[in-house]
Nanobody, 121 residues
Framework: QVQVVESGGGLVQAGGSLRLSCAASGTIFSINTMGWYRQAPGKQRELVAAITSGGSTNYADSVKGRFTISRDNAKNTVYLQMNSLKPEDTAVYYC???????????????WGQGTQVTVSS
């Protein structure tokens, strides 16, 4: 099995910064895409940013220019640097990873438990 664990959430004032980290571990042969999603109360989970093993990135329009996703392939870790935070960024942030497992080469898709980010106005 592949486990994904997030860290780095918290409370910050508008305009501030936070850095989220996410580490994947377990029966990993290779990871394709790692990404961050978020879900605010009463809303659907949405993609924030994603990065492939080759470094290609994708961002939600609402965070472009403010958030930066990066990845350390050797550590199976992905980061999300969040700057110029706004109250509307308040949500539970979830890490997601997909790839190939060492278990017979099967595909995996794993989600973290989520970390709360609260931006006060």
């Amino acid at each position: 099995q592949v486990q994904v664990v997030e860290s780095g959430g918290g409370l910050v004032q508008a305009g501030g910064s936070l850095r989220l980290s996410c580490a994947a571990s377990g029966t990993i042969f290779s990871i394709n895409t790692m990404g961050w999603y978020r879900q605010a109360p009463g809303k659907q989970r949405e993609l924030v940013a994603a990065i492939t093993s080759g470094g290609s990135t994708n961002y939600a329009d609402s965070v472009k220019g403010r958030f930066t996703i990066s990845r350390d392939n050797a550590k199976n870790t992905v980061y999300l640097q969040m700057n110029s935070l706004k109250p509307e960024d308040t949500a539970v942030y979830y890490c997601h990873a997909d790839g190939i497992s060492t278990d017979w080469g099967s595909l995996f898709e794993s989600w973290g438990q989520g970390t709360q980010v609260t931006v006060s106005s």
